[in-house]
Every structure is written in structure tokens, then in C-alpha cells.
């Protein structure tokens, strides 16, 4: 039973300009929690008539919000930051019974979702624009920096509170305001989320959530004309189509899509710091992250006793329900999820692989974490996103060859490379066509950094001061003086 501190906290209506309504026609769509099945509550389900009202909302706050200064809208954002600190409990306790996280990367994630409204209450008072040296002795040339206008913003279930963040915290800080769609399987956290933006003093019609049928709220949000930029954050296949259906009214577009990261570790890497980075890189959130190790490639010499070393850590990882403290390793997000890691295991052992621990169903939604060694290019697991805790390792003889391998796929997320000769990890680093590389190090994300990728994982980068020009328009003005 989810009990929390602060019972307001858990909203089963939806923001729209400043009020919490219901579906025009009374729909709810249920919540259910992933370790049991069991419903949680009910939602609004919300279309395309509820969210023209909430982007007409967010086309109303906005000249006062933009008139605002950088520095106000920080003050706001830093209160934000603070509520979400002085809630993280409740939070985490909230996201763990929606998306089946452990409580301990729950609070982690609030934690990582506060600091984006830290670091862009910052980052908006530094939106600086340029003084040209004119050709004409009575022409000044300008630059400055202005808000894009209303946002909308759609994201995944995985990170329920960190990726609305990531979009929110720029948007807001920029001078924007926004309307968001949270994963119908985590609307909680979105919901929390509106809630203390308003206890933040954050006005009415600047944040705005809206929960319910995903195609017809993105069809709301990609037709309007008053929405002029679409920030994304799910699978590519999604963030094709939204793409397309922006095309029509030209919006900015931010795209944080699919990864398939290549862990990479050669003979030369030190093999205990190796194995801490992919159990990181690989069974965070379950394996459920966009930057997880999804191709695990290991140099002949080391393979062994690498193989040998991960599936003894492996093998420790405790699985069960996020609530449990101590429990490290969560159930899938649905049955369909863990279905899927089943099917790709399942491929890999018809096609050669050699099962070293896990890969055991229990229920609907867990499955224990597994290791396969011998795994080839021909298996499903290396051109999919495996989206679970599934570790397939790769021999690779030499460089040239790993880098080829790493390489071969559609996606360019994260990529990680394990070894102590400086000049391979800069040409790694190099070669790599990833957005974002780890040496030595099994995990990336942080605000200050700029998250994206290249390739089919996205378009545009979230966090760090690049994170805020996507939400800027630029404008230059040429003035005549004499
Ligand atoms: N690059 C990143 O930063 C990042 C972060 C997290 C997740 N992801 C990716 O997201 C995927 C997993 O998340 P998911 O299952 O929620 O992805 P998804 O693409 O199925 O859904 C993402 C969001 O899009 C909505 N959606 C789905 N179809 C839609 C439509 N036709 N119109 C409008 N909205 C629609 C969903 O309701 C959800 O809110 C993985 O591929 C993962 O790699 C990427
Ligand atoms: O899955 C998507 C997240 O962006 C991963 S991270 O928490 O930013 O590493």
C-alpha cells in the first residue's frame, strides 16, 4: 500500500492554466504498479479538445512569464529545486510504485530532476547575445537571445521526473512555457511534479500536465501553430514520427531517442574498475535506461576472466519489488517489456550463446540478470535496444576491429571504453560515433554535461549551456543610427 507523507502530493487530475480538471467526458485510465500488477489509481484521459486548452493556456502566461527577468524565473526555479528536495520521499515512493525503480535510484532520480531546475536557474541569466563591430560607421549591428514561445514536451516512462525536468528546467529559465505529456505508465510523478511548481509560485498557465491518449495529445501539440517547438524523449520510432508530423508547422524540435551502447574493454583495463562500470552501465534501472551497456565487447586476453568476474557480481544482484530496501534490480516496466529481453535471450542461445547466470522469469515482470558469453553480430541483441538486464559479451581481437563492430548500428547514444593507454582512449574516443563517450567510467549523465546523441538516438543536447539554446530563438537587428 503506497503511503505518503504528504497524501496531496499524489494528483489524479491534470494541470491545465493553473486548474486541476478532469477529462472533458469523465474517462480515467488506470495506473498500475509493475512488481505486482496492482491498480495504483486512475488518471485522466485527456485528448485533443483538453490539450488545445492547455496550449491556449500556455500561449496566455507567456508574455508575462517572458517579460519576466532571467533572475525571477530563477528565483522560481530554485524554490522548484527545493520543494522536490523537501519531497524526495514522497517522490521516490511515488516513482518506485509506478515505474518498479529500486528506492534507491528513485531518490536518486528526484535528485538528479531537482539539479537541471538548479543549474538552469542559473544558466537563464547567462542567455547572452553579441554587439557586432559594424562595416558602417552608422549601423550598429545586435544579437540578442528571446524565448521560442510555448513548448509542448512528451516523455518516456523510464526517468518519470528527470527527463520532464531536463525539458522544464531550460524552457522555463529561457522564458517559455510548456505543456507536457507524461507516459501514461508514470503520470504520478509528472502530476507531483505540477503540484510543487505551483507551490513553487510558478504561475498559472507556465506548467501545464496532461495525461491520456498519446496520439491525439501529440496530434494536438504537433498541429498547433502556437506550440513552436516539440521536445521528445522515447524510442525512435516515435520520435520519427513526430518529426514528421512537426514538419508541417516547421517547429524547433528536440530529439532524445534509442541508444545500443558498445562497452568496450580491452586487455589493458583494469578489470575491477571495468566490472563496477557495467554493472552500472548495464543494470541501472533494470537495464532500462537509454544509455545502458546494450553490446558488452571484450578483448581476448581479459575475456575470460572478465566473463568470469561479471556473472559472479551478477549472480549477487538482489531482484524484487523497488519498495524493498536493499533490492537492486526492479521488475520490468509490463510483461511486453520482459517478453521481449525473454525473446532476444532466447535468440542468442539458439544462435551459439552460452548462458553464465540469470535469465530466469518470475511473474509477469521480473526476470533475473543475465550474462551470455559468445555472442555474435548475427544475434538480435546486437542491432536492438535491448531495454533490460541482459548482458551479451562480445570477443574482439584488435582495435580496428572493435571500432568497426561498435560502429555498425543506427544509433549514437553513450558509448563506454575501459583502458589505461591514453593515446587508444583519445583515438577511441575519437572513433566512436556516439554523442557521449565514458573512459573509464560507467556512467555520464550529469547537468552540467550536454546529454544527446547522433545518428538515429536524437537531435539536440539537454543539460549544460547548450540545453537552454534550444529554447532560444536568435535575433539579429541591424540599426541605422545617423
Ligand atoms: N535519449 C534519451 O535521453 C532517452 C531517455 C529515456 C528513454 N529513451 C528511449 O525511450 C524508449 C523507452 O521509453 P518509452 O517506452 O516510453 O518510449 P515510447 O517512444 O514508447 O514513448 C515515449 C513517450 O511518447 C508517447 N507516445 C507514444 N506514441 C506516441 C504518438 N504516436 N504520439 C505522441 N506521443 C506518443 C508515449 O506515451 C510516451 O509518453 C527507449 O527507446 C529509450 O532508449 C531515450
Ligand atoms: O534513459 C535515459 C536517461 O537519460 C538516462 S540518464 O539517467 O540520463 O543516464
Known sequence: MLTLKDATLRREACLVGGEWIAADDGRV????????????????????????????????????????????????????????????????????????????????EIGFAASFFEWFAEEGRRTYGDVIPSPQGDRRLLVVKQPVGVCAAITPWNFPAAMIARKAGPALAAGCTIVIKPAAQTPYSALALAELAQRAGIPAGVVNVVTGEARAIGRAMTESPKVRKLTFTGSTGVGKLLLRQ?????????????????????????????????????????????????????????????????????????????????????????????????????????????????????????LTPAVIAGATPQMACF??????????????????????????????????????????????????EYGMVGINNGHVSTCEAPFGGVKQSGLGREGAHQGIEDYLETKYINMAID
Open 29 to 108: 485510465d488506470d495506473v498500475t504498479n509493475p512488481a505486482d500488477g496492482s491498480r495504483l489509481g486512475r488518471v485522466p484521459r485527456l485528448g485533443e479538445a483538453e490539450t488545445r486548452r492547455a496550449i491556449d493556456a500556455a500561449e496566455a502566461a507567456l508574455p508575462a512569464w517572458r517579460a519576466r527577468s532571467a533572475k525571477e524565473r530563477g528565483t522560481l526555479l530554485r524554490r522548484w529545486h527545493d520543494l522536490l528536495l523537501a519531497h524526495q520521499e514522497d517522490l521516490a515512493a511515488l516513482m518506485t510504485a509506478e515505474q518498479g525503480k529500486p528506492l534507491a535510484e528513485a531518490r536518486g
Open 246 to 366: 512537426c514538419a508541417d508547422t516547421v517547429k524547433k524540435v528536440s530529439m532524445e531517442l534509442g541508444g545500443n551502447a558498445p562497452f568496450i574493454v580491452f586487455d589493458d583495463a583494469d578489470l575491477e574498475k571495468a566490472i563496477e562500470g557495467v554493472m552500472q552501465a548495464k543494470f541501472r534501472n533494470a537495464g532500462q535506461t537509454c544509455v545502458c551497456a546494450n553490446r558488452i565487447f571484450v578483448q581476448a586476453g581479459i575475456h575470460d576472466a572478465f566473463a568470469a568476474r561479471l556473472a559472479e557480481e551478477v549472480a549477487r544482484l538482489r531482484v524484487g519489488p523497488g519498495a524493498e530496501e536493499g533490492i537492486q534490480v526492479g521488475p520490468l516496466i509490463d510483461a511486453a517489456a520482459a517478453d521481449k529481453v525473454v525473446e532476444q535471450l532466447d535468440d542468442a542461445l539458439a544462435k551459439g550463446g552460452e548462458l553464465l547466470v540469470g535469465g530466469e522469469r518470475r511473474g509477469a515482470t521480473f
Open 383 to 432: 542491432g536492438e535496444e535491448t531495454f533490460g538486464p541482459l548482458a551479451p559479451l562480445f570477443r574482439f581481437e584488435d582495435e580496428a576491429e572493435v571500432v568497426a563492430l561498435a560502429n555498425a548500428t543506427e544509433y549514437g547514444l553513450a558509448a563506454y571504453c575501459y583502458t589505461r593507454d591514453l593515446g587508444r582512449a583519445w583515438r577511441l574516443s575519437e572513433a566512436l
